[in-house]
């Protein structure tokens, strides 16, 4: 089936530097991907839409300077979250769209903490 | 917007007991229904799907019949195990290839 990898899976970063969390689909390509966030006990938040070869498109509320996102191959996509503050500290996910209305496979997440 | 809602709180049940979960969702068209479980520290994995009224997803012995007309998408399984102790999300695609998320509801099986 498809598989969606999502590296790394934890990360520690000190205030004020920035991390990139990568999301790759391993067997499939994916037009689509997307990236949420989720909070302790909480569901999941969608930030943004990120389309092979154009510019994401990001959920009202998300700092588009501050989570940079590239999808530069129909395989990879890139969160980069820029400045990170301890407040960005959160598990975030990657989802792959595979070709159909309703292939969506979830990558295992990433832990950021800052500190 | 498209929009699910789960029933509040955790839920926490004997092994070999029947669990329910309710879900029921908001949408403008006919959506595409999804559950997802999540276990610790890790992804959401599909759990099962349905995409037209009256069809039931079923796996690993959930279930879920696509209500229409009661808007409805709730999760069951006749014995539940330990091994099930997981957060389980129900989702819809809202037409734009986006999907929304209920706020899931964790699931605690005691042996």
């Known amino acids: 089936g498809a598989v969606v990898s999502q590296h790394p899976s934890r990360v520690i970063c000190k205030s004020g530097t920035s991390v990139k969390i990568e999301c790759r689909s391993l067997?499939?390509?994916?037009?689509?991907m997307f990236w949420y966030r989720q909070f302790p006990k909480q569901s999941l938040m969608l930030m943004a839409t990120s389309n092979e070869g154009s510019k994401a498109t990001y959920e009202q509320g998300v700092e588009k300077d501050k989570f940079l996102i590239n999808h530069a191959s129909l395989t990879l996509s890139t969160l980069t979250v820029t400045s990170a503050h301890p407040e960005d500290s959160s598990f975030y996910i990657c989802s792959a769209l595979e070709g159909g209305y309703y292939g969506y496979t979830f990558g295992s997440g990433t832990r950021l903490t800052v500190v | 917007g498209d929009s699910v809602t789960q029933m509040e709180g955790p839920v926490t049940l004997s092994e070999e007991a029947f669990l329910t979960i309710n879900c029921t969702y908001t949408a403008t068209g006919y959506p595409s229904l999804f559950w997802y479980v999540q276990y610790p520290g890790e992804g959401l994995q599909l759990l099962l799907k349905a995409t037209k009224a009256d069809d039931k997803g079923s796996n690993k012995g959930f279930e879920a019949t696509y209500r229409k007309e009661t808007t409805s998408f709730h999760l069951e399984k006749g014995s539940v195990q330990v091994s099930d102790s997981a957060v389980y999300f129900c989702?819809?695609?809202?037409?734009?290839?986006?999907?929304?998320f209920g706020k899931g509801n964790q699931v605690v099986v005691i042996p």
């Open positions: 067997d499939f390509q994916a037009t689509t």
């Open positions: 989702a819809l695609n809202d037409g734009n290839n986006r999907l929304a």
